[in-house]
Structure formats: C-alpha cells, structure tokens
C-alpha cells in the first residue's frame, strides 16, 4: 500500500478518498484534503521528517504521520 | 479606552503579516519575523480610523483553524469565545497572505460562522505578479459577501482602505454566516445543539462542545447539556473532519470565480533553495559555516569600537576626578558609577553584531529550516524540532524564548525545552565571556585563519547547547509526564530581511539590554560604592595599621598608598561581607571580589564586569585611571603572586557562568508559564550545583 512516506524525492502522489479519518485534523485544516496532490519535496538528512508541497502549503511532517496517509501515485 | 473605541481583533494563519499590519496601523514596533509563531500573546495598541474614531487593534498569535493544539493558539480561540465580554472584539480582521488564500480562507469561513462582524484583508500583493496571481476583486467581495482590501503591509500599502472598511463593516454590523457547514453535515443533530442556547451562534455552540471552552453567560444547566453532546468521540471527530472538507469545498468555488494563478509566469526561487539548504551534506555544512561566520565577525567587527568606548570611560572617569568638587558625591561617580555604566556600554558592539545576525536569520525564512533539520535530533532528547527555535533565540535573552515553547504542542516537550533553554548563551553572559577569553585567550590564528578567541567562544555556546541537550535527556527519562508528540511546520517562502525590520529588532534588543543591565548596575554601582568605602572600626583604623607597620617601611610612596587601598576594602562592609563567603568559592579558583560579583549577578549577569570595575576602582586609590580590562589583567592574587585571572582560574568562571542559573527574570517567567514554583526551583538549584561542582572539577584539574 502506499502512503506519502512511501514517495521518493520529487514524486508525485493524490491523496485517497479512503485516508479521510486517518488524516489528523490539524493537517486537513492544513490542506492535506482527499484527491489533492501531494509531491514529496526533501527528505531531511537523518530519512525523517518529510518536507511535502500540498495544495500549496509547504508542510514538514514526520514519517510517523505521513504513513498513515494513503495516496494512489497516479491520478484516475 | 474610550467607550465607542471600535475593538479590533487581528486573526489569520501564522507568518501572514499580523503583527506588520499592527504595526503599520498602531505605530508600534512589535516582532516581525518571517516563521511561523512569531506572536505567541495578545498585544494591544490604538489606531485613529477617523478623524473621529479611534479602534483599540487586538494582534493575536497565527492559527491554522479555531481548534486549537497548542497555547499560543488557544488564546485565540478564548478571544472568540467571548470569556470575557468587555474583550471581545467588535469587529474581527482576518489577515490572509495572497499566496495561499485558499487554505487562509478556512479560517476566515470558521469566523465567518460565528457571525462576528469580520473584515478580509488580502496581504503581500506586492508579491502578485511574480507568484502570476490576479484577483477579481468585486466578485470576491460579492461571493464571501464581506469587505475584502488587498495589502501590502511590509510596503504600506492599502493601509486607508483597511481603516475605511473597519468602519464601514462597524457600521453596518452585518454578520451572516458564510456555509454554515454544520447543518449540511446532519441537520437533526445541529438543530438541537442549536436549541440549547438560541443566543449564541450555532458555530460557537460546536466549538464549546469540541473546545469544552465555556463562555461566562453559559448556565450550568446548558454546559451539561452542550457537554452531552461530547459523548460520542468518533462522531465528533468525524462531523469536524466532514466540515473542515465541506468549507473547502465552498472556498474552491468561490475561489474558482475570482482567483487565478498562472503558473507559467511564477518564478519558483524556494525549491530551487530549499535543495541547498536542507540537502544533507550542504544543509548542514551551511550551518556549520554561519555559525562560525557570526562568532568571528562578534569579535572582529567590534575590537575597534569596545576599545573606543573603554577608553572613552576611562577619559571620562580621568575628567570627572579633576573637575567635580572632591567629596562623597564625586567619589560616588567616579569610582562607581561612571565604571559600572561603563561595564555594560562596553558589550553594545558584541550584542548589537549578536542581534543583527539572529534577526537577518528570522527574516529570510531559513529558521524554519533548521527546524526541519533539527527535528529527528531533538525528538531523540525529548523535544521537538520546535524546540530549535527557542534555543536559538535564547542567544538573545531566554525570557522571549520561554514564551515561544507555546507553540509546542506536546506539554512534555514543551516543559523539557523550558526548563534547558536557560543553558542556551544569553546575550547576558557575552559580556563575561568576552572579557574573560580576551585575558585568557591569546589572540592567535587556529588553522591558519579562524581566531581562536572567537573559536572559545563558539566552543562556549556549543557547551551550553550540548548541556541543553543532555539535561533534556535526563529530564525525558525522568518526566513521568504523558502527552503526544505531533509535528507539522509549514516552510515559508524565502524573502530577503527588511532592513527596517532588522534594523529595528536590533535597536529594540540592544535597548532593552542596555536600559535592563543599565538600572540594575546603576541602582547596584551606588550600593556597591557605598559598602565598599565605608566599614566598621577595622575600616577606620586601616590606614593607621598600614602606616605603623614596620614591615612596610621601606615601601614607596605609590606601593604604600596600594596597600592602604587594600586594607580598607578588606575590612570595608563589602569586604567582609565578601570574606564571610571566600571559603566557599576559593577552591574554584576565586577570590573574595570575584564572590562579589558573581552575587550581584544572581540579579542578571551582565553586570559581573561593571560590579569588579566598581570595586577595583574604589580600592585603587592612585590617581591613574585604566581601562576595565587592564584593571583586571593587572589583578594580582596575592598567595600565588600570578595574575588574579589566569588559566585555571577563568576557565572555572567561564564553565561557572555557562551553567549556573543566575537570572531572577527568567525563574518569574518559568513560574508563570509552567504555573509553579517547582520547576524554577529545580532550575536554579540543579544547574548552580552542576556550575559548583563542574567548576571545581576544571579549576583543580587545571591548577
Ligand atoms: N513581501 C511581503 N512580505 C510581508 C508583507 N507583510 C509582511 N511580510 C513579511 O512576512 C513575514 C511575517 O510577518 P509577521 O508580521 O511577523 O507575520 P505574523 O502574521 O504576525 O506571524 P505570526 O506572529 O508568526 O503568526 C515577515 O518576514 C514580514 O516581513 C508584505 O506585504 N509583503
Ligand atoms: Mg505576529
């Protein structure tokens, strides 16, 4: 299964429709919606956290978070 | 406050340009800096909309939502809420960055709910065209039915039309929701949250019931109610993550109406950064680099302007004594307070350098950066990348850098970082490292370009920081505290500093520590002297002593009149009072003077120079006045007949003054933030005894 950790540097990835409830609040509030695109920007030197650009908030999140988020890597 | 203020609230997502638009409108000076969590409490200032109306502007900390996760942002959610009626703004002004409207826009249809009268206004236009973005202006303000002004508050721009449609939205007091998301979500339900108090808007109702935050003109009788309603967790969570895409959904039609972006013409400089500064070689090699940068330029940028300045104290000590009248008064200034004062103007070079670089680092977003580095470092010791910033910007003073653990969410994290901020190096001990490596360091090239007194200094600020560390992982495996850890950090844009920003960080910091420092050792100079040229009848009878002695027969004139300056300070009231404690701290390589000065910094540290100037300038009763660092140097210990600050002896002050809790104002501020005196106490006690102890560890090692 993939999740937003799951991506390589500069990949490219839409969130599901199914993650909805595994999204914590405050990173839905953030623009981390079902559908929307995620592209994986860096990852910091020790593999953790994670710098992502969705919906256009440049957000750092930890791989803890990231991989409860499913995303499919190609859009349907 | 005048009754028909019109009271205004300033809310939006954090780094937004609040606090700039505040103080455009207010005149006022308050933090800017370009990362998010800037603002951590309300603060208030007036603004004259009109000729004839005033507002009382309320600049809150940023906020993604009104579900709050941290402190910094509850205060907000407590100012909508109304806990307090005479606080609760008339008219609300949400601030949104042009760049990312639409996610600020979530937080504005969350306000809007609450039918508070609310006023949009759109900043950092001035970024419009090179982002490729155009906005509809009419049809914007027609689709969200809400006065909307484009900004641009870092250029001044737009301002007027802030004030105008403050007034205008006042007046007319119109408030209707913008979804009212919740009735789409399950009608029934809402309906009957909404019956339990008709007053209150039915957004304010779900936010007692997710919050548990009460307004006073709720009864008893409906908090029970309402409370009944948080039974079902999972329903909640589900209807507040259903309403969060409901809102957004309802921004992106509007949006699709009114706002364009054409990516064609965006210039994208932030990634293109972003590579380099978190790559994970060069993104720390960089910070590596600018750390060294700064340690550098604070001791050669300043060389030449302390040394102007000490001399310049000297001179004036040399003026006063040959034109002011003799008498207790003339004493007083010249051998109190003209070296005291001069003990702290001395460190404005140093600490001016310090701030400007700390400020240039806040502007151009690259704080944040660290923070994404630091993370993984920093949750291995019980913090959170967050925690980097406070620990940063303790280099200035820990008390702003206390308040901006709120941003933390995790209560043990947050607690840990309060109570190791205080190892981080203040702007306070600069002065006593700078004067103590500069007698003991020699100022020689270490690889053949890097100055080795700067490079101690640097060494002293990674003791400090290290310790940091190493306390917050004891204190994690000692805190018996649960609470979850969560990390999101938003990565702002790139910019380059205001130099009106910068420049005014600067002043503001460097005042605050002259004019804090300033009063201390003024009020301290005067009691100091005091003590010092006054005693019991030992004290009277010193002179005598001297001069009947046969030993001293054969001394010259000047030598004679030293060993009278001696005497008396021995056996004056600070003499004594300073022998009573010599016992203590001799074995770490100090003398009763010294003693004296590390007690009067327990009232702030800056002031450990200005204390030894005042006392050395009292015993010294020649005529010759010298600077404050010849004073010392020339100190001698009379049991070893080597300088009083050699080797051993300032490596044990300096490794002193890096751990030991010596600062009132930051025990008040742990107080009032960790709500009791436990922690402050733990402070000062645990790092005084690590200080004693590690001091005397390096001064009978070194010796
Ligand atoms: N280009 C541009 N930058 C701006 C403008 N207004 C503010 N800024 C910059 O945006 C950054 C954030 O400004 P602040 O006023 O501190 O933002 P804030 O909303 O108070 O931030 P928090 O207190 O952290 O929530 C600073 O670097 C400002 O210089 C503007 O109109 N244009
Ligand atoms: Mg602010």
């Known amino acids: ?76 | 406050m005048a009754k028909n203020d019109i009271k205004v609230a300033l809310i939006g997502n954090p780094n937004t340009g609040k606090t700039s638009l505040f103080n455009q409108l207010t005149g006022l000076t308050q933090k800017v800096g370009n990362y998010p969590g800037v603002t951590v409490d309300k603060k208030k200032g007036t603004c004259k909309l009109s000729a004839t109306q005033n507002a009382v502007i309320t600049d809150l900390p940023g906020t993604y939502s009104i579900n709050p996760t941290s402190i910094d942002e509850s205060i907000v959610l407590k100012t909508l809420l109304k806990k307090d009626i005479k606080e609760s703004p008339d008219v609300i002004l949400v601030v949104a960055d042009v760049e990312n409207l639409k996610r600020n826009l979530l937080l504005f249809s969350q306000i809007k709910d609450l039918e508070i009268p609310t006023v949009l206004a759109i900043n950092m236009v001035d970024q419009m065209s090179r982002k490729g973005i155009s906005i509809d202006l009419t049809a914007l303000k027609e689709e969200l039915n809400t006065e909307v002004v484009l900004i641009s508050a870092r250029k001044n721009k737009g301002i007027r039309n802030v004030k105008d449609a403050i007034i205008k939205c006042h007046v007319a007091a119109k408030a209707s929701p913008m979804c009212d998301a919740n009735y789409k979500i399950d009608p029934e339900y809402f309906d009957k949250l909404k019956a339990i108090n008709p007053n209150f808007s039915l957004y304010e109702l779900w936010l007692m019931v997710t919050q548990k935050n009460f307004p006073a003109a709720i009864s008893k009788k409906e908090k029970a109610q309402l409370l009944s309603f948080n039974k079902d967790v999972s329903r909640l969570k589900k209807y507040q993550h259903k309403e969060t895409i409901y809102r957004y959904q309802e921004i992106n039609k509007v949006l699709k109406k009114t706002y364009i972006v054409d990516k064609s013409k965006a210039t994208d400089l932030r990634s293109k950064f972003d590579k380099v500064f978190t790559h994970k070689i060069f993104g720390y090699l960089i910070f590596f680099a600018v750390l060294l940068l700064i340690f550098q330029s604070i001791f050669d940028w300043s060389s030449l302007p302390m040394d102007l300045i000490d001399t310049t104290f000297a001179e004036l000590s040399d003026f006063a004594r040959n034109n002011l009248p003799g008498g207790i008064l003339s004493d007083l200034i010249v051998e109190g307070i003209i070296p005291g004062i001069g003990g702290v103007i001395i460190f404005i070079p140093q600490i001016a350098i310090l701030f400007l670089f700390v400020a240039v680092l806040e502007e151009t977003g690259y704080m944040s950066r660290v923070v994404f580095l630091m993370d993984k470092i920093m949750r291995r010791y019980g913090m959170n990348g967050k925690s980097i910033i406070p620990l940063i910007s303790g280099t200035a003073c820990a008390i702003p850098a206390i308040m901006a653990t709120r941003t933390i969410s995790s209560w043990k994290e947050r607690l840990i970082t309060i109570l190791v901020v205080p190892f981080t190096t203040c702007s306070a001990r600069l002065p006593v490292y700078a004067i103590l490596i500069s007698l003991i360091i020699p100022n020689t090239k270490i690889f053949g370009f890097y100055n080795l007194q700067a490079f101690t200094l640097l060494m002293l600020y990674a003791l400090g920081f290290v310790t940091a560390i190493l306390a917050a992982y004891i204190l994690q495996k000692t805190l018996k505290i649960k609470s979850n850890s969560f990390f999101v950090v938003e990565m702002p844009n790139y910019k380059l500093p205001s130099i009106k920003n910068v420049a005014l960080d600067v002043l503001e910091k460097t005042k605050a520590f002259v004019f804090g420092a300033g009063k201390i050792i003024l009020a301290l100079s005067v009691v100091l002297w005091f003590l010092a040229s006054n005693g019991p009848a030992s004290f009277k009878n010193a002179e005598e002593n001297v001069t009947n002695n046969v030993e001293n027969r054969q001394l010259s004139a000047t030598e004679l009149q030293q060993k009278i300056g001696s005497a008396k300070l021995e056996n004056s009231y600070i003499g004594i009072m300073g022998k009573t404690i010599e016992p203590a701290i001799k074995p770490l390589g100090y003398d009763w003077k010294v003693g004296i000065a590390i007690i009067t910094s327990f009232a702030a540290r800056e002031v450990f120079v200005g204390t030894l100037a005042t006392i050395y300038s009292v015993e010294a009763e020649d005529e010759n006045t010298t600077t404050i660092k010849e004073k010392m140097r020339s100190e001698i210990n009379p049991e070893t007949g080597k300088q009083r600050f050699n080797f051993p002896a300032g490596m044990s002050l300096l490794v002193f003054y890096a751990f030991a809790m010596q600062c009132m104002a930051t025990l008040a501020i742990v107080k009032r933030e960790t709500k009791t005196w436990k922690w402050p106490l733990i402070q000062l006690f645990g790092m005084t005894g690590l200080a004693y102890v590690c001091s005397l560890i390096i001064y009978q090692i070194l010796s």
């Open chain 1, 1 to 76: 299964m993939n999740t937003i950790a799951s991506l390589g540097i500069g990949e490219i990835g839409y969130i599901s429709e199914g993650a909805l409830e595994h999204i914590p609040l405050k990173l839905l509030e953030m623009g981390c919606l079902p559908g929307a695109e995620v592209e994986l920007i860096q990852i910091a030197p020790l593999k953790d956290p994670i710098y992502i650009c969705v919906n256009g908030s440049h957000l750092a999140i930890r791989k803890e978070t990231a991989s409860q988020i499913q995303i499919l890597k190609s859009e349907f």
